[in-house]
């Protein structure tokens, strides 16, 4: 994911903790493990997620878990591609287990582009920095590190609590470790719900926690490639029928073309009690909106934010273009991808008949570049496990509001919502308003974050697979 920076901009803001303290001995060790998971580079060109899941793996053992409860799985066309599944076995047979999602995989880094080495964990002012640091090494090694300590505690808890380390989910079309379990090892990864990435705090960028969120649904990903063709000819005699004319008309249709609004109760949750925290025309607009989707009044303020924008409907967007063969010949073929975030429920097929049908123009071919994909699904707002994530920030973050959100990003929860399970965004560590550097340079995570996030996170598997 995306981890994307939630900007709400409160009326007021709560300090995030005390200043920062000597690690403690637990956290000490917790760092080497944190630090072995960052520098293992686990890129789709040069890295390798095998080797990083064996690494966890090797962790785990040391602390007692049998070789029977762990997991090693990848696949011979992606030998470096592979990931971990573990196993820690609950006291009751009534209780489905809970699964622990993370991806270990990491964005492109170029040694060049960036001030310090991106595959070498760099403490500095106060901040993690090097590539994974945030998205999503933290949660991996915190889920890593909780079956650790469990098991050195020889804690049993009632549910059995799960693990899934997987690869693939920063790039498209690679291989993907949660699709591949989903549907090849369904009984491995088998849970009531799922505890992921997509959730997590955000701060005023100056040492203030400004509020927590939950992440409980997301849109799903698709690509669309829209395809114009013409038998071309010599550019000193040119005619209207032209296949580059053809493909800025049908991505200018896309780009004026306004899919509808649509509520969901995690968004409708989200406008009202955000714009409740707000005491600006948008607070209110977002209160008025969520009470009254008709408004377009209040729609059309809440419109101007790129982000509540994007949470409100599917949006599709041109970017990539592709096309003529010479300098001085007409365009023969011509290719353009239109990225589509597709709101809960929402289907490709319906997606591209709404595209097809605002171009307007047969010629234009739009084809899905990936068939199959699953339909997002939002997970229901459980009383019995949102409740205990919203008192334990009441506990480690004494004031600081919690908000249900809907990501316009995507994640690999998708696949897992896919086949039954569940899947939820924690709260826990946070970010900064400028994104902390995910998916682009210098990705770095406040070492405050990582530790306070940690215990929220512990505690939090401890006291859902307790009761």
């Not at 917790?30 to 064996?54: D, I, M, P, Q």
């Not at 470096?80 to 009751?92: A, R």
């Not at 920095?129 to 889920?143: L, M």
Request: glycine content about 8%; aromatic content about 8%; overall charge neutral.
């Amino acid at each position: 994911m995306k981890k994307l920076a939630i900007t709400l901009l409160l009326g007021a803001s709560v300090a995030a903790g005390a200043a920062a303290m000597p690690l403690r001995p637990d956290q000490v060790e917790f760092r080497g493990l944190y630090k072995e998971l960052v520098e293992t580079n686990t890129t789709v060109s040069t890295g390798s997620c095998t080797l990083a899941a064996e690494r966890m793996a090797a962790r785990l053992k040391a602390a007692g878990i049998a070789d029977s409860q762990i997991t090693l799985f990848s696949v011979p066309e992606h030998p470096k591609d592979g990931g971990l599944v573990v196993v820690y076995p609950g006291t009751s047979k009534k209780l489905k287990p809970m699964l622990l999602l993370a991806h270990i995989d990491v964005v492109e880094a170029k040694r060049s582009d960036w001030v310090r080495d991106p595959f070498t964990l760099i403490e500095e002012d106060g901040y993690f920095y090097a590539r994974g640091t945030a998205d999503d090494k933290s949660q991996a090694a915190i889920w890593t590190d909780t079956l650790v300590r469990f098991a050195r505690e020889k804690y049993k808890p009632k549910r059995t609590v799960k693990m899934a380390l997987t690869c693939g989910e920063e790039t498209s079309g690679a291989f993907n470790g949660a699709e591949w379990l989903s549907q090849n090892r369904r009984e491995l990864i088998d849970a009531e719900y799922a505890l992921n990435e997509g959730g997590g705090g955000l701060s005023d960028g100056h040492g203030k926690l400004m509020v927590q969120t939950i992440q409980v649904g997301e849109k799903a990903y698709q690509d669309f490639t829209f395809t114009t063709t013409n038998k071309g000819g010599h550019s000193s005699q040119p005619v209207r029928e032209n296949a580059i004319y053809a493909m800025a008309d049908a991505v200018a249709k896309v780009r004026d073309f306004e899919f509808p609004l649509e509520f969901n109760d995690t968004t409708r949750a989200f406008f009202a009690k955000s714009g409740a925290l707000r005491n600006d025309e948008m607070g209110k607009a977002m209160v008025a909106l969520a009470a009254n989707p008709q408004d377009k009044a209040a729609e059309a303020i809440v419109n101007t934010d790129k982000m509540y924008h994007s949470m409100l409907r599917t949006t599709c967007v041109a970017t990539l273009i592709d096309g003529g063969h010479a300098l001085n010949a007409l365009p023969q073929t011509v290719t353009a991808n239109v990225n589509c975030r597709m709101f809960p429920g929402r289907t490709s097929d319906e997606t591209q008949a709404t595209l097809e049908a605002a171009i307007g123009n047969p010629a234009v071919k739009v084809v899905q570049t990936k068939v199959g994909k699953p339909i997002a699904k939002t997970p229901p707002m459980y009383p019995w496990l949102i409740g205990p994530m919203e008192a334990l920030v009441a506990k480690h973050f004494p004031g600081v509001p919690v908000i249900p959100v809907m990501s316009t990003g995507a994640t690999d929860g998708v696949y897992l919502a896919a086949v039954g399970i569940p899947t939820y965004g924690v709260p826990g560590e946070w970010g900064d308003p400028d994104g902390n550097g995910a998916h682009g340079l210098n990705e770095r995570l406040e070492v405050r974050s990582l530790m306070e996030g940690r215990d929220y996170l512990f505690e939090l598997v401890k006291l859902l697979s307790s009761k």
